[in-house]
């Protein structure tokens, strides 16, 4: 996930330092994979290594290292679950603390920019060390910044990272250095999201699923022409559209991506729901509503040339195909069906090969996914 690399660029730019603890390798049963990270500054912590004592002790050791000037740069721990912290679930995790500064803010700044131009990074860093030498290295597919202090490492850091980047191996790994065999190195790739959900309507179903969203690895546009009635406040990965042509926005979307349609106009709903279906790459599009108005508004589509089934890749009523039996009406109930719906589509398999979505779609509208 790329949350946590703006999350750290704030951080050290806010309080100046940070800890960055990552999931470094994971074998059995553990709460997270690896590549899952947090930040801990000295006074909060953002993300999550999967919580109870793991996270409890990990918090510990980061804080006690903000307050000692003679802690390591980076450095590994060990934790079987089971043994050292009475965690039940019995894997090992082995967790890497990477202490970042102020001296951080060039490369920080550089992998800020690639995530949000869509361009995945390795962040390299190298365990153990005194903490005034460089430790991390970024790597592109066809950049660098940062260093290891070491030219030779450099450069077998680089012949390491560069191809999980190109083949988008996200997650983190701890391999040897082929440059002199006794360095340890932590290899982070990160890509950024490719989970775009774009929420027309700021009604009350529509404000309940963006908070819901907000919890997700989503990148969520919310669209409305009300500008006056969006929140004061939003989760940090939602942007507000406030357009008087929010049929642009289904234009500008990029492929693969989540479109829910909850205005509080039926004939603006109509309108955007057309608009979308000139697209065939969603790999959802939801519509609010009853069996009813679905079929009204096939019935309205096909009289205006829309092709007949082509109204099976739309998704009404919503919430229904998300596995749960949830039948409340209220607005945080929906919110909580549909978001399920999505993730269940969103993890079924479907990439881009997008001849596949629409058969899913018409599971999900007739509740049968």
Known sequence: MADWVPELA??????????LIAVAHASGST????????????????????GGHLELEALRIARDALSNPVTPSSWVVRFPLAARLGQCCGGVATLAFIGVDQDARAWLDAAVACLRSATPVALVSRIGGAREQPAQLLVTGDSVSGSLGNADL????????????????AGAALMQSPSDGSTTLLIHVVLPHDFTVIVFGNG????????????????????DGRDSDFPASVPPNVEIVATDAPEDELAAAPRGAYVVVMTHRHPLDLQLIETALSRDDWRYLGLIGSRSKRNQFEKRLLAR???????????????????????????GAIAVAVAAE?????????????SAVRPLAEAVSKGRF
């Open 154 to 169: 450099d450069s077998a850091a680089i012949a390491l990272a560069r191809p999980r980047v190109r083949t988008r191996a």
């Open 31 to 50: 709460p997270r994979e690896a590549g899952a990270a947090m930040i801990v500054t000295a006074r909060d912590a953002v993300g999550t290594i999967g």
């Open 10 to 19: 704030a951080r050290v730019a806010r309080d100046g330092r940070a800890v």
């Open 342 to 354: 999505i993730l269940a589509l969103r993890e079924s398999g479907v990439r881009d090969d997008f």
């Open 305 to 331: 040339g829309l092709p007949p089934g082509a109204f099976a890749r739309v998704t009404c009523p919503i919430g229904v195909g998300s596995g749960l039996a949830i039948r409340s009406k209220e607005p």
């Open 204 to 223: 009350h179903v529509g404000r309940a699923l963006v908070q819901v969203l907000g919890a997700l690895p989503a990148n969520v546009r919310w669209i």
